[in-house]
């Protein structure tokens, strides 16, 4: 898509006008109830509803404007990030765990955690174009490392690495704990305060520095999986920011059923190494080898189709599951006191 420069400002004013008026319309800046606020689950679907409908509405406009090849791109690309996105709230429900961040401040740490993803992954997409204008064989490197991603994606769930991380403890936060003193509770929503005429960071400002990381390591992942189904850098900027823009509303709506979600790894590492195959099959025929190359069609079809498959599966696993668990055992007490009123 030959994409004008006005285009891309208006896009980029809009999506932050969007952001500004989300965090806006969230902290109830008119409410009688002073301060932040926690964040509802019916606020949430509300929320996430409306940014998934803005996103498909975007959708069917690159299709209309683009062409059909162009729409197909972008809904292959935002499924796939959308999917990485849930993925990643797992990561960030457990971030919140271990610092015990209270859920008032919960979607400010979100927040900001989005807008430092959107500026990481507009740099890696720069990056990204540059490289592979430059050098094409990167397709070789970008679909093995997929491919990779995805046996990594059922290893660490298989083995629980994720669940077991402490993220109080990670390599950014002891560096700055070994230079700064830090407060034992959080001071609202401040990053630092003055305690006996000495600058003290709060937890607030570990949780920040430790979701930037994973911001970092989510962008590396994400990236080279959706130049894998596109190299227009429109859509793979666009894709990426509708599958983050909603991101900490559909937190909230799934914090409770993270648990339910037992096979989404498994459909994230099958979504991974079928990106890494069409890249390498793409890599080959742009190398002069003739091998069937995957259309774009067939990788929406795919993408849907495995996500399908795994969240339709989770649902029925966690419905036998609860099906199966015993009863409860009633306390000898209670026993007693039902005998008792009969």
Known sequence: MNVPLWVWAATIGAMIAILVIDLAIVDHPWSKKKGPQEFGVKQAAWWATFYIGIAILFGFGVWYYGGATAGAEYFAGFVTEKSLSVDNLFVFYLLMGSFAVPKKYQHEVLLVGIVIALIMRGIFIVLGAQVINAWSEVFYLFGAFLIYTGYKIVRD??????????????PVVRLVKRFWPVTQDYHGSHLTVKIEGRRHITPMLLVILAIGVIDLVFAVDSIPAIFGLTQDAYIVFTANAFALLGLRQLYFLLAGLMDRLAYISWGLSAIMVFIGVKMILHALHENGIHVFEISTGVSLTVILGVMAVTIVGSLVKSAADKRNEPPAVEEEGERDNAGDRS
């Open 157 to 170: 769930h298989v083995k629980g690495d994720e669940e077991q991380k402490d993220f109080t403890q990670t």
